[in-house]
């Protein structure tokens, strides 16, 4: 992807008009210079940049990076003006963190929900680089979870990479990362702790750099001969190991969004479903644990212990008599939280205490 620099108003030659910091029609003899496109608005604040407009039909296809010197802070502060994807017809999207200009909430700069297949395919791309939580695949935090055999090497509705993270701008790997998978974080939560997580399970998982959409992509999949644990994941990069790419300065980490759990650690969160009888369909309790040796490790420590005892104790307790999916103290899915599961539970915990589980 080559870098090209847009020419600014004072590379043309041009002088502002009256009040207001931006030239009228005509006031430039250079014809590669275009009238402000805020014309003849003089009438609204004139504390306003100018605006950057892609003209074709078909819209963006490549990259429109802002704040690539990468000295605005806040960073925020660095897209006040509009960016107009089209051909100027009533199908034109404009971005921008101007509500009256934006065309729909959808299009509120600089994290725009707007997907890139909208805008041509391309993106407009605030540095350094945040998720595109909405253009991800599943969307971030997503409630809808996705089959446990899609992680699955050696099942025949494997997907080499199920998991995709968007970016509004393009990242590469830091210098001192060493490879993409040693990059990138993938924990689970602990079922009834939301703050308490377990990085075992980045040896399920693998991780790369597509390269397709000019590197906007993080794609993450799995690697195990197994059904990956049906949980709650998150994933996120360690410091300088995913850099925004184009960007000048030291502070080039990519951006992860928000911690939903309120636990301060900025990350990306998909749900994993059960899919124990392999039909490329998450079962109807989607919490089930399809490897019964490992089944009892409830807590996803990675390891049998009577730590798992305690905590499944405390969950039957609080679903006892409940009925429905997703109960996690139904231990032999029967869609009921009763007695039944404490033996059922313990039955496993003796044959398996002390065994590692994936």
């Known amino acids: 992807m080559a870098e090209e620099r847009l020419r600014i108003y004072n590379d043309c030659g041009c002088t502002s008009f009256g009040s207001c910091d931006y030239p ?18 003089c009438a609204q604040p004139c504390a306003q940049p100018g605006a950057v407009r892609i003209y074709e039909e078909e819209g963006l296809l490549g990259q429109v990076i802002l704040n690539a010197k990468n000295t605005v802070s806040p960073v925020e502060d660095a897209w006040d003006g509009a960016v107009f994807v089209g051909s100027g017809t009533v199908n034109e999207i404009v ?37 595109h939580e909405l253009a991800s695949a599943p969307v971030h935090n997503s409630s809808t979870p996705i089959p446990s055999s899609y992680f699955d090497a050696g099942s025949t509705h494997h997907v080499a990479y199920p998991v995709k993270v968007r970016f509004y701008g393009p990242f590469e790997l830091g210098l001192g990362a060493g490879s993409v998978p040693a990059a990138v974080v993938v924990e689970m939560q602990n079922p009834t702790d939301d703050c308490q997580w377990f990085n075992g399970a980045d040896q399920m998982f693998t991780a790369r750099i597509s390269t397709s959409e000019q590197g906007r992509l993080l794609e993450i999949g799995g690697v195990s001969a197994m059904p990956a644990k049906a949980g709650v994941y998150r994933a996120y990069s360690v410091e300088e190991g995913l850099l925004s790419k184009l960007v000048d300065g030291t502070m080039r980490d990519v951006v992860w969004p928000e911690d939903v759990f309120g636990c301060d650690v900025p990350s990306y969160v998909f749900t994993i479903g059960a899919d124990c009888d392999d039909n490329g369909v998450v079962d109807p309790n989607p919490t089930a644990t399809c490897n019964s040796n490992c089944a009892c490790d409830f807590n996803n420590s990675g390891l049998v212990s009577a730590t798992d005892i305690f905590i499944f104790l405390d969950a039957w307790f609080a679903q006892n008599g409940q009925s429905g999916s997703g ?11 009763n007695a039944t599961d404490i033996f059922f539970f313990l039955d496993v915990w003796f044959s398996n205490n002390g065994m590692t589980c994936p």
Not at 25 to 36: H, N, Q, V, Y
């Open 24 to 41: 009228a029609p005509g006031s430039s003899g250079d014809p590669t210079c275009e009238d402000s496109p805020r014309w003849p608005n």
């Open 95 to 131: 971005l921008s963190p101007d509500l009256l200009l934006a065309t729909t909430t959808d299009d509120i700069a600089p994290f725009y929900d707007r997907l890139p297949d909208d805008l041509g395919g391309g993106s407009v791309g605030l540095a350094p680089f945040h998720v």
């Open 327 to 337: 109960l996690s103290a139904d231990f032999n899915n029967s869609g009921n939280v």
